[in-house]
C-alpha cells in the first residue's frame, strides 16, 4: 500500500526539490512539476533544477549564528539542499557558498535519477488534485498565482521585488587597484576589495543615485525587502548610507597605503573556478546601459566585464499567518501545502529548510504515523511557527534568527556563548527528531523491503 501513496510538488527550486527528497525517500511516489525548461523567467538562466540567482552565498556556517544552526539542523536530518551544498562549497571565509552551476547540477541528478520521483515539465496553471505542495518560489507564474489567490479572495496576495547583483569577470578587475582580504582579517582572504577615495566614492554616488532604472511595473522604494535593497534606492537615502552598508571599510585595511580606505566595495567569488565574482551588495535595477557606466566608476572596474547585469524580479508570497499552520499546510483545505519562499521564509537556506520540513511532517501524516512538530527551540520549527503565527500582524518576509528561537531558561554570559548554548539545545533535540521521523535515503530501503 506504501506504493499507492502519491503527492504532487509544484516547482523545483530548493523548496521543492528538499521537500520531493524527503518525500520520496520516505517510499512516497512524487509527481514533481517544473515549467523550465519551457518557460523561463527573466531571473533565470538555467534550465537546471534548484538554480541560485541573487547570490552563491548560502551565508554563514558559525553555530553562533542562526543560519549556521539551521544549516547543521538540516544536515542532521539528512537534507539533500545541504549535501549538495557542501559537496560544491567554495572558500568564502566563515560563509557556506558554492559552486552555484555544479551545485545545481547535482541536485538536479540526484532527484532527476530517484525512483520514487516522477519528472512532468511544464507550467501548472491550476493547483492539482490529491496532496499537494507549492512551492513555486518568488516567481510564481500570473496563472497559477491566481489560482492560489481563489482559494482565498478575501486575503491579499503580498508583491514586492527582488533584485540580483552584476557578476564580472575575475581577469577583467584591476588587481593594481584592489587587494584580497576578509574584514577584520577574519578566516581566508576570499574578497577582492576595491578601495575608493572620498573623491571617487562622492563622483560615483551622485551618478548612482541619478542613474537610469530598468521599467519595472508596480516598483515602489517603500515596498523593497530591506535585506535584498537595490544599491541605487538605498544610495538615495543620503550620501554616507552605503559607506554604513556594502561600501563600509572598517575592518579593511589598504596594503598600499596602510590605512582604511574612505569606501569600498568588496567581489566574492561566484565559481569554483575563481574566474567569476559577484559585486557584493549591488542588486540592482539599473537600465543594463547604466550599470555599465555607473559601475565602472569603480576604479577597480574600469575595465570590468559584466557577465550577468543585475536584473529585478518579482517575488510573491501569501499571508502566511492567516493561512498556514506549522506543517505550511493550508488551514481551510490541508491537502493543499506551500513551502519556500512563496510563505514568506526569505533566503534560500530557509527555503529549503520550509520544504524540508513541510516534506517531512507529509510523509509522516501519510504514513499514519505521530508529527515530529518540530518545537520553537529549534530554527526549523522557530521559523516555520514564526509564519504560521496567527498574532502577527504586518506580515513581512523572515530570514532565521535567534529572536525567533525559544529563550533558554537560564543566563550565560556573553552573546556569543548564549547563542552557542541555544544551539546546542536545538541539535539535541533535532538528533531526537530524526531518530524518530528516520534519516533521508532510508525510505528507498523501506519501500524495497515492502
Known sequence: MINMIKVTVVGAGLAGCEAAWQLANRAIKVTLIEMKPHKMTPAHVSADFAELVCSNSLRSNDLANAVGLLKEEMRRLGSLIMECADATKIEAGSALAVDRTGFSAMVTK????????????????????????????PLTSDAL?????????SEKYLNFFDAAAPIVTRESIDMEKAFLASRYDKGTPDY?????????????WKELVSAREAPVHGFEDASVFEGCMPVEVMARRGEDTLRYGPLKPVGLIDPRTGKEPYAVVQLRRDNAEGTLYNIVGF????????????????????????VRYGVMHRNTYINSPKLLDRYYRLR???????????????GYVESAASGLLCGIETALELLGRPHADFPRETAIGALALYVSDETVVDFQPMNVNFGIIAPLGYKVRGKRNKNLEISRRALTIIEDIASRVGMAGEGEQNENNS
Open 192 to 204: 577582492i576589495n576595491c578601495p575608493m577615495t572620498r573623491e571617487e566614492y562622492l563622483s560615483f
Open 332 to 346: 481551510k483545505e490541508k491537502r493543499i501545502r506551500f513551502a519556500g519562499q512563496i510563505t514568506g521564509v526569505e
Open 283 to 306: 542588486q540592482t535595477h539599473l537600465a543594463f546601459p547604466e550599470q555599465k557606466r555607473v559601475f565602472s566608476m569603480i576604479p577597480a572596474l574600469k575595465d570590468a566585464e559584466f
Open 110 to 137: 540526484k532527484i532527476r535519477s530517484h525512483p520514487n520521483i516522477e519528472i512532468i515539465e511544464r507550467e501548472v496553471t491550476e493547483i492539482p488534485e490529491g496532496t499537494v505542495i507549492i512551492a513555486t518560489g
Open 145 to 153: 498565482s491566481k489560482s492560489i489567490n481563489e482559494l482565498f479572495p
